[in-house]
């Protein structure tokens, strides 16, 4: 399952160029031109991470950010935008951006960029998913729920991690039978 993006910039030939670049190392995006189209498309999309410009047309980044951040979203956030000054940096990592790129900008380095903040933002949770008070812990090959062991099969215990991932996603039933049993299903997927 690839990684999703979300890319807000008011310049189209951005928002084109960040998210070919993305796309074509394996991650999903989807765009927003302006501060409440992305803020509407946290909530619809789930990102993992947001590329996120400053000045937009209605709501600018810091006040984007300020309104993920007080709504409990912990979503990695790097900042790319033409304001270049050593206070506007510094004013982005503080109200909790992860990383700020100055336009113009190369785009494997914001690939890089991209790749590292997700994987910072990985570390214990790549082991560990919940769900409420349910806990499944990948190195312990071990699910928990109100701190109580719970005994699962083995393809149980795929099915739970599949469904854990996508939590918040409709999957059909062809996806499910597909990564759970590796079938190949012609019926209806409903």
């Given at each position: 399952m690839s990684e999703r993006v979300l890319v807000v910039d008011d310049e189209e030939n951005i928002v084109?160029?960040?998210?070919?670049?993305?796309?074509?190392?394996?991650?999903?995006?989807?765009?927003?031109?302006?501060?409440?189209?992305?803020?509407?498309?946290?909530?619809?999309?789930?990102?993992?991470?947001v590329v996120l410009d400053v000045m937009l047309p209605d709501i600018d980044g810091f006040t984007v950010l300020r309104r993920m951040r007080d709504s409990g979203s912990q979503i990695p956030v790097i900042f790319l935008s033409a304001r270049d000054g050593t206070d506007d940096r510094v004013h982005g990592l503080t109200v909790g951006g992860d990383d700020y790129m100055v336009k113009p900008f190369a785009v494997a380095e914001l690939v890089a960029r991209v790749r590292l903040s997700l994987r910072r933002r990985g570390g214990v949770d790549d082991r560990t998913l919940s769900c409420a008070d349910l806990l499944m812990d990948d190195e312990a090959h071990r699910v928990t729920r109100a701190g109580a062991v719970v005994s699962l099969s083995p393809t149980e215990y795929t099915l739970l991690r599949y469904l854990l991932v996508n939590a918040g996603r409709v999957l059909t039933r062809a996806q499910i039978l597909d990564h759970v049993w590796s079938y190949?299903?012609?019926?209806d997927s409903s």
């Open positions: 084109f160029l960040v998210e070919s670049a993305l796309q074509l190392q394996g991650y999903t995006t989807v765009a927003a031109c302006d501060g409440r189209s992305a803020l509407a498309l946290i909530d619809e999309f789930r990102p993992d991470l190949d299903f012609d019926g």
